[in-house]
């Protein structure tokens, strides 16, 4: 069964800083993988997903991750944050041939202007 | 945003007894999933379903079933709530394995 961790609980940074998040995922076959983004109060929204193709994927707001096979890492970055990506990011994996879709615990990123 | 609807949106009730969320959606999606969302945790995959009662286990599906007898409905049963399912419950549907899901507003659930 597939699973995912993130890194980071809590990750505090300034506006301009550079972002990297955290997510490893386990299963051993082929995977879609998915970073979805939940702003106080709002639904999760999906930033942006991998099936196949570019390992590397450009989202919505600027955000772009980078799927790495071998280390079976999907880091999600912003080269420049701002006080509106306040919010929780997670992390996601489904297997392509399976139905089951697991989140990561979640990192909550604030942005402090 | 897809019409997807869950009720109730609030619930309290008492340890012991049985609770049912709905979820309902007008996509004609075939995936349909229950989470549960606590701090620290993230969200939890309870039960998930692929079609019409076609249904599986997720990461925590102990204290709970679910029932899909429409594309469009999926139900999730607390069969004796304990305090420790007090979550926040989200339903999310999508068409297929590599698309985005769409998420319900939620169900604030509290067992006392």
């Known amino acids: 069964a597939q699973s995912v961790s993130q890194h980071n609980h809590h990750v505090i940074l300034s506006e301009a800083a550079s972002l990297e998040l955290g997510c490893n995922y386990s299963y051993g076959g082929t995977v879609n993988l998915f970073w979805y983004v939940q702003y106080p109060g709002q639904h999760l929204q999906l930033l942006l997903k991998y099936f196949s193709g570019d390992p590397l994927v450009k989202g919505i707001k600027g955000f772009e991750a980078e799927f790495i096979k071998s280390k079976f890492s999907f880091n999600l970055r912003k080269p420049s944050v701002q006080w509106s990506d306040t919010a929780e990011y997670f992390c996601?994996?489904?297997?392509?041939?399976?139905?089951?879709?697991?989140f990561g615990a979640g990192t909550i990123l604030r942005v402090k202007s | 945003d897809a019409g997807i609807t869950q009720s109730p949106r609030h619930k309290v009730t008492e340890t012991g007894t049985p609770v049912t969320l709905r979820c309902h959606q007008t996509?004609?999606?075939?995936?349909m999933y229950w989470y549960r969302q606590d701090p620290g945790h993230g969200l939890r995959l309870i039960h998930y379903s692929y079609g019409v009662k076609d249904t599986d286990k997720g990461e925590v599906s102990d204290g709970y079933s679910v029932s899909r007898s429409k594309t469009e409905d999926f139900l999730l049963t607390l069969e004796s709530a304990t305090s420790s399912q007090t979550s926040v419950y989200f339903c999310a549907s999508r068409t297929g394995n590599n698309e985005k899901l769409f998420f319900g507003s939620g169900t604030q659930l509290s067992v006392l």
């Open positions: 996509e004609n999606h075939r995936y």
């Open positions: 996601a994996v489904t297997a392509v041939y399976g139905n089951k879709l697991v």
